[in-house]
């Protein structure tokens, strides 16, 4: 009798857990929700107020105040969320704690991180190589004033103008003139430089000015404008920020849809699930390593120079496919290229190995570039990086936009035909990636990849 009285007690406590079961599991997801929202919230105001990158022209008051206005109106936003969605933790005793704390950390970790980095630079590491266009005496004293800040990390390259009135003045100066107007392009092509500032007179060189922006953005060159006249950038096709350095405006602009933040933000991406792999695919790689070391003669690895961001040139590594002494060997099947363009490739090699075949085919060869991504030098998705041979190869200016970007492991054209493709849609597909970059794309190159590895489309 008793037993049988428990039973509707006992579905009614259950009925009851599996109740209170639900509204905690209700709960979790509404709070996991609001803190994912709130976290996106929270990196778009330090994005807006760039706190995710180095900013070499900022002073200490400025990374202060940005800081404080981020996480403050970060705070407003936290107390706006717990009035319409009755957070309970969230009082005004927590929310000035939670703003004293961020506010503190933030100046903490940007002063601390500036005083490195300035560290850094004042003794020749972490340069950016800059070109003057303009030999008046604003820009001599602009040259001046980053010269005598070693801490900004900036290297004059020299000055460039035509002949003026004021040329022979200019030279007394003892920087030197590296490159007219007409000569510029070339200069570019054949140096690795950062950026380019540019101080002409706009009334009289308009067009003259014009004509250089569009010759630096068409080599992925960012461009610094010292003018307090803006009005004939409006149609420039690149991003412009205003700087400032002490009592001198810049105008900075930049092709392109990667901005300042975004490239901080892929930087973090690249690191993070480049480690991971790297730890992940760690047998994987000791069996390649091992199977390539006694299958053929020679050294696991392929150490090649490729051109990199801004064409500086970085050591890049691959598990090797072909023979040893393959770059030798390369000159004698120049004639057999079938690539377009100053690219070489060869679809049956006869320098590649018997396990070279397989790894090429499956890209596992590529797979030591994991610590290329660690190291900085390339990303997990962006232009291929190509050896210096074919660089020296390039005759067309804006192919050269391809290096305002980190080079990749994969790219879009490897997802659209991969070694199929010719040099020219090569290009222009990498220029598309520049111009609609977004994580979205990123991540679909990435799923498309796996795909195309394991379909071996195109790859030789």
Known sequence: MSLLSCEPKKREIYGFDRRLAAIALRLKVTNMI????????????????????????????????????????????????????????????????????????????????????????????????VLIVGTNHRALQFAKKIDSRLELGYHILGFVDNQWVGTEKFLESGYPLVANFSTLPAFLRDNVVDEVVIDLPVESLHDEIRHIISQCI???????????????????????????????????LRAGAIGEWQVRAKRVFDFVVSLLLLVGLSPLLLLIALVTKFTSPGPVWFVQERVGLNKRRFRMYKFRTMVSNAEQK?????????????????????????????????????????????????????????????????????HRRRFSVRPGITCLWQVEGRSSIPFETWMQLDMKYIDHWSFGLDLKILAKTVIAIFKETGAY
């Open 34 to 129: 609001l803190f994912l929202g709130f976290a996106l919230i929270w990196h778009a105001l330090f994005s807006r107020f760039g706190l995710y990158h180095s900013r070499r022209l900022s002073t200490r008051q400025a990374e202060v105040i940005d800081a404080i206005t981020a996480t403050s109106l970060g705070t407003l936003v936290l107390f706006l969320m717990s009035v319409i969605f009755h957070i309970q933790l969230a009082t005004p005793l927590f929310l000035f704690f939670f703003w004293v704390y961020t506010s503190g950390t933030t100046i903490l970790t940007r002063l601390i991180l500036k005083h490195a980095l300035e560290h850094l630079r004042a003794g020749g590491k972490n340069l950016h190589n």
């Open 330 to 398: 390369q000159a004698e099947l120049e004639a057999l290229n079938e690539a377009s363009g100053p690219v070489f490739k060869l679809k049956n090699d006869p320098r590649i190995t018997t396990v070279g075949r397989f790894l090429r085919k499956t890209s596992l060869d590529e797979l030591p570039q994991i610590v290329n991504v660690l190291k900085g030098d390339m990303s997990l998705v962006g232009p291929r990086p190509l050896p210096v041979r074919d660089y020296n190869g390039f005759n067309t200016d804006w």
């Open 218 to 252: 068409e080599q992925g060159v960012v461009v610094r404008f010292i003018s307090y006249n803006y009005l004939f950038l409006r149609k420039v096709p690149a991003h412009a920020k205003i700087d400032l350095l002490e009592d001198t405006i810049l105008v900075s």
